[in-house]
């Protein structure tokens, strides 16, 4: 049987805590006690090993050291004065063996001085709790010594359930609590010409009552319910409010209140105007602005917080890479702004996003700006929230799958593999006003994924595999390194190009180009797929492979892989291949093999 302990919330300001111990255990004790008010004292040797950060509290003073083993004579001499030298509360944090700690536990009993020994619940007189604070509000919670890992979750599952900064709103009540009680006191006071007697009641005894909920009404003239009648309205309040109303409480709802009520013979009428006009109201209705990323491109690889703010949206401002299908699920209610972005363009565009979503923000208006990939991945997120915010707007930021990882794998490319890759660099072609960012130096186990850069590729292959003025030390990367460009992944006119950099240029210009399209380079790009013996790249056509998920049966996935490529691509296979053999598929791909001359 579990006998239930008393909670109790204890003032330590001054108080004298003596800490046993020189570990990191040690040092958590310590940064409560001076979280408290209290002054800790730790006992230990110099040859004990000491936590770093009770050694700063130590060095900067904020925590006394007596460098010897502890003395018995410790409980009764390094307290305070007033309670004749007895510390007020002892930590153990010696190893759980350790047989001084039920040595130390049995004189502080004795003494009657609080003990708590860590891993010991049999040798502690007091627990310490889980602890939310917010101001003036304090949440403890304790498993009685049953896992403080589980108190640490329980605590933080009920404080995000609480309304942000509620500890403002629980000042602002209290504050309205205390001027009441001073002005009834005063109100009885010089009526009767003495200081009322213990028939004045706060509103934790009224709540006792029976007549708690009793209606004051205007014409009431007993004396008892004049003297309590606005404490009780507040503890109504209190209790029957919903917490985020009580946590939308301002210093005018406060003054609106206290003014109202500020006497108890001035009661407002229930219903009245008065009354009605001192329920705090919410922050007045105020347009938001989302910035949401729309992933690589199939829809259900969105968010299902993006998929809400889709269905929820006034109006949509959406990038113009943002495929159709992902378009599609826009109610037709919504507005719709594609972004008319193109080269020479891009600034102006953007300005013209800004001024719409403004422009409906301030009509009151919720505003989603639809990006592709993940807003804060070269996707300017960062800056849309900076001009939103200095223009007093708050900004929701919802993540979104970004193509520069999830395309590789869509294309099996692993972007880290143990053998073959350990890091992984994702970079831009363009950089700001359409200047090339310098590339980065080859390493082997290196992989690397170019956005935005496929329109300027020649360039760009360029600066990777030769050595400029710009950066003499760089080391360029050989021209037989694998590579893959990858188009419209995830969608089923998806398309790989697997190459060299040596090729690449050649097969996009021979392929042409589909955007939205990224460049992979590294050795990982032949871990499960490789061009022929022989060719210089090969191109797979179509992917289907989410919208086969489910699918049992070969049939359905071949049907798949028809759908996706055009007949002349189907014919062009065979032509290139010979019609001899055909390269294996994967489940949603066709290949198509060129062969070198």
Known sequence: MVVPALLTAQSCLDHV??????GPLAASRCAKSLEVGARPIVVFPETDDVHFTLAAAIGDGRVTWLRRDFEEQDLRTLGREEVDGYVDAVFVTLPAKDPRSAQISSLCKRLRIPVNAVDAPLLCTFTLLSTYSDGP?????????NGCKLSSRIRREIASALPPKFGAAVERLGNVRRQIWQEDYKSQTSSSGEAPDGEAEDEEAAAQKHTFNSLVKENDVDPAMLRTRRMRWLSQICEYWPLSRLAAITDADVSAILQAYRTTAQIPAPGSDTTSNLFPSLPARKGTITLAGSGPGHPSLLTIATKTAIETAHFILADKLVPAEVLALIPRRTRVHIARKFPGNADAAQDE?????????????DVLRLKQGDPYLYGRGAEEVTFFRERGFEVRVIPGITSALSAAMFADIPVTHRAVADQVVICTGTGRKGAAPEPPSFRKSKTVVFLMALHRLESLIKDLTGVTEESPRRLPWPLNTPCAVIERASCPDQRVIRSTLEHVCQAVEAEGSRPPGLLVIGHSCEVLQKPGEGKKWSVEEGFRGLDAIGSSTSEMEALNVLEAVPAEKVKQRHEVTGGSQTPSLRPGMSHVGISAP
């Not at 805590?17 to 020189?22: F, K, M, P, Q």
């Not at 509000?137 to 010594?145: A, F, Q, V, W």
């Not at 996003?353 to 208006?365: C, R, V």
Request: aromatic share 0%.
């Open 17 to 22: 805590h003596l800490v046993l111990g020189s």
């Open 137 to 145: 509000l304090h949440i403890g919670i304790t498993t009685s010594g």
């Open 353 to 365: 996003m800004h001024e719409l979503a403004l422009e409906t923000m301030k009509q009151d208006k």
